[in-house]
């Protein structure tokens, strides 16, 4: 299983930024990918899924409206559109996938991707 995110950059408030997950090794439409961000200093915070069965997704309240998140099954990829970008939204963003393995999930996390906002 790999996961590969790509996209980030340096980008003033208000700005926009798409980051991408490439996905490798499982079924990726019978599952579904979340991404996180880690900001510095604090707990790794989730932002949003997709259920890459049947599209539906699922967002934060502190990204809700300003975040979207889509992803191509035959490409194998998932996105992550951010708009409205703020400087709080600065961190390492990562994407991630729960698999069944036996009788238990496993989660696997890409490398990340940083997000600098500037005021």
């Known amino acids: 299983v790999k996961l590969v995110e790509s996209g980030g950059g340096l980008v003033q408030a208000g700005g926009s930024l798409r980051l991408s997950c490439a996905a490798s090794g499982f079924s990726f439409s019978a599952y579904a990918i979340a991404w996180f961000r880690q900001a510095p200093g604090k707990e790794r915070e989730g932002i949003g899924c997709?259920?890459?069965?049947?599209?539906?997704?699922y967002y934060a309240d502190s990204v809700k409206g300003r975040f979207t998140i889509s992803s191509d099954n035959a490409k194998r990829v998932a996105y992550l559109q951010m708009n409205s970008l703020k400087p709080e939204d600065t961190g390492v963003y990562y994407c991630?996938?729960?698999?069944?393995?036996?009788?238990?999930?496993?989660?696997?996390w890409g490398q990340g991707t940083q997000v600098t906002v500037s005021s």
């Open positions: 997709i259920s890459n069965r049947d599209g539906t997704t």
């Open positions: 991630n996938v729960a698999l069944r393995e036996g009788i238990g999930m496993h989660g696997y």
